[in-house]
């Protein structure tokens, strides 16, 4: 394989997470699995057809050329949203394709009834109420005339779900602003149903409310980075397993991403490594070089922060992470060599490392850098 990194997917550690999100869910809330940013970096084409062997039937994505991906390689016809953007072309596409769609100001509804009309079909929409992250929806204002328009064209809707997303579950700052969120939403709910307008999902809850707001669960959660072995943050960990009794994480990383070491190098105390002089060695150091930089996906927000595994050992990115690589300080794990095998994401023997798993780097960071992940990486799916 010509590439400088390959990543690898774990079906028995998906297999294991989408246990642990069933156990905690339950049996009557249907779970979507949230694949926008090519499945979180993992790979749409790789991890749709992982995660429909684990009976997953629900998929959801921002836009419409990602939902075009999930089904093209669904293998089980399963339903897929499209929670943010469809272009006025793809519109089309999507209401003959049975693509489900959030709805969350007149125009869309409106273009989705032309078409559904002229085809003479129904559009599959998710109606989004505004209640604390203004963002999109609709607002309170506009609930009247949303009613009547869909009441009036009843025959070209069919009418799926009634849903919202949270403004940061994962942080418990954020608490009170989420529990109203909560209530708000339940009133909008109740509202349109006292219209007779009956969706058949209320869904509001992302990983983070799922695990942290029981309330948020509802007929069905839309989950993303859980999924994947990763948590939302420290917050939602802690969260979760002060009820459970053992106090192990229950998740795995179902992504490897590794490399390999290029070369290693002995450098002398007090000499500057790499460009610049962010890292001075305070003593004599062994350091390998790793052909993945910021042009492979490792962010340069990671110079001098980030950690790999060589050896089962966890190891300091040392310097600036350059475009097409980084260094690593080898020093406790001096029988590293040309050829040895470094993750930069995902499990090692007995050890893990994820992006925001140490120092105060900020947890968006790990769905930022796996979303980040060139497509061109080569993706196989193993069994462990
Ligand atoms: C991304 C997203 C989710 C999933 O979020 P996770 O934190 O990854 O579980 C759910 N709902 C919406 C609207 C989203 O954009």
Wanted: proline share 3%.
């Amino acid at each position: 394989m010509f590439a400088t990194s390959e990543i690898e997917l774990d079906q028995s550690a998906l297999a294991q997470n989408l246990k642990f999100i069933r156990s905690i869910i339950g049996n009557d809330v249907r779970l979507s699995s949230v694949v926008k940013g090519n499945a979180y970096g993992h790979g749409i084409f790789e991890f749709v057809p992982m995660a429909e062997a684990q009976g997953v039937d629900h998929f959801s994505v921002f836009s419409a050329d990602e939902a075009l991906e999930v089904t093209n390689i669904s293998l089980n016809k399963s339903s897929v949203m499209i929670m943010g953007y469809v272009g006025p072309d793809e519109l089309e596409w999507a209401v003959l394709n049975d693509v489900e769609f959030f709805v969350f100001e007149m125009g869309r509804l409106k273009q989705a009834y032309e078409i559904a009309k002229k085809f003479d079909t129904r559009a599959r929409i998710h109606i989004e109420f505004e209640t604390g992250l203004h963002r999109t929806g609709f607002s309170k204002s506009e609930l009247n005339q949303l009613v009547s328009f869909i009441q009036d064209k009843k025959d070209y809707f069919e009418v799926l779900g009634d849903c919202t997303h949270y403004a940061g579950a994962e942080s418990i700052a954020n608490y009170l602003r989420i529990k109203n969120q909560i209530k708000k939403f339940n009133k909008m709910d109740r509202w349109i149903r006292n219209q007779g307008i009956t969706p058949k999902f209320k869904h509001t809850a992302c990983s983070a409310a799922a695990i942290s707001y029981p309330k948020s669960r509802m007929d069905m959660v839309r989950i993303g980075i859980l999924q994947y072995g990763f948590w939302p943050s420290k917050e939602t960990f802690i969260d979760c397993i002060k009820h459970s009794e053992s106090r192990e994480d229950p998740l795995r990383r179902v992504i490897k991403w590794k490399s390999r070491v290029m070369a290693v190098k002995e450098v002398d105390t007090g000499e500057f490594i790499g460009y610049g002089t962010t890292f001075m060695a305070t003593e004599n150091m062994k350091i390998a070089t790793v052909p993945v930089g910021y042009s492979h996906g490792y962010s340069r927000s990671l110079s001098n922060q980030g950690r790999v595994l060589i050896h089962g050992k966890r190891l300091a990115v040392v310097g600036i992470v350059n475009m097409n690589l980084l260094i690593v300080d080898v020093s406790e794990c001096p029988e590293a060599a040309p050829g040895d095998e470094v993750v930069l994401i995902g499990e090692q023997g007995d050890v893990a490392v994820s992006v925001a798993s140490f120092s105060e780097l900020s947890d968006q960071l790990n769905y930022e850098l796996l979303t980040r992940l060139p497509r061109n990486i080569p993706r196989t799916v193993v069994k462990n």
